[in-house]
């Protein structure tokens, strides 16, 4: 194995939120490892198939009030991960059921499984589902939001943009919406064909090699399948009838230019869609955040999926 391709493993590893080993970190010494943890105050039901008798990873975890509740708001985490790693286990959304809303954390096929749209299509069977079993599970069917980062944010960026592409709803409940209400959007690409031309001096990764993410997520070279770049980039679909979008990212991401969220913002401002970008000075891929970045997310949930009186009572 060469220098370069290492030096893409290590950086797609990192994309995953894994050290260059591959392997998870183990745990201190004097903390034995543990399962997902469940917050406070829920309930979850792992495991959920939303394609029955479908892939391995067509499963979702859903987190509910232990004390119930009728129509009640989702947000769905998309885990992030390059496309060739990542869990639904650990969901960050989870805290979320504290303050009244349902939490949905979705595993989808990884590129390793099958090139793209395969991950959208799964993102968004399970939205059906979700929506198809929302008597069942006491959701509301019109208030449905999405978060995800890195490529967990590409894939809810197109759960935003994607409502009326028919060829991305494949699957179980055709008939059932996979739209969504309201999507946060944590440093995901945007537009596969400039991502390498944006990264910078810094990047940790070559966009356009053969073996980097987002070719293996297309099956060839990004600059040599340059219409399978298109179909996989958000920014291509974007209509005045997407979902409106917080987008997060750090202006010093080693991993994703942050210029992809900035063009991305500009194309939903431009088609009339409610998009606001806040950029993190000095952040990361992830890292360098601080709690201004959690009340901005929890801001736009309450504002977008839960009625005014609701929101101002909750904690």
Request: hydrophobic share 40%; with cysteine; charged share 20%.
């Amino acid at each position: 194995m060469n220098q370069t391709t290492l030096l893409t493993l290590a950086a797609a590893l990192l994309l995953a939120g894994l050290p260059a080993t591959g392997q998870p970190a183990p745990p201190p010494a004097d903390r034995p490892a543990r399962g997902p943890a469940t917050p406070p105050g829920a309930k979850v039901l792992r495991d959920l198939e939303y394609v029955p008798g479908g892939h391995e990873r067509q499963k979702l975890d859903l987190y509910l009030p232990e004390k119930g509740g009728d129509n009640l708001p989702l947000i769905v985490w998309i885990h992030g991960g390059a496309w060739r790693a990542g869990s639904k286990d650990n969901c960050p959304a989870a805290r979320f059921v504290s303050r009244g809303y349902a939490v949905a954390s979705v595993n989808y096929r990884l590129s390793q499984h099958a090139t793209f749209p395969a991950q959208i299509q799964d993102c968004k069977a399970a939205i059906r589902w979700l929506r198809a079993h929302a008597q069942e599970y006491h959701l509301d069917p019109n208030r449905f939001g999405a978060w995800g980062s890195s490529a967990g944010g590409h894939l809810v960026a197109l759960l935003a943009t994607t409502g009326g592409i028919a060829e991305f709803d494949q699957g179980p409940h055709p008939s059932v919406s996979s739209r969504v209400q309201a999507v946060v959007d944590f440093f995901g690409p945007t537009d596969l064909l400039l991502m390498g031309a944006q990264a910078g001096p810094n990047s940790r990764m070559n966009h356009d090699a053969p073996d980097s993410p987002e070719s293996l997520l297309i099956g060839g070279a990004v600059q040599e399948n340059k219409e399978k770049a298109r179909r996989a980039s958000p920014i291509n679909y974007v209509t005045p009838d997407d979902a409106p979008m917080l987008l997060v990212h750090g202006d010093a991401d080693p991993l994703v230019p942050h210029q992809q969220s900035i063009l991305l913002h500009e194309a939903l401002k431009k088609a009339g869609v409610e998009a606001s970008l806040y950029l993190v000075k000095g952040g990361g891929h992830g890292n360098g955040f601080g709690p201004e970045v959690q009340e901005r997310v929890r801001d736009f949930f309450d504002q977008h999926l839960r009625p005014a009186r609701a929101a101002a009572a909750a904690p």
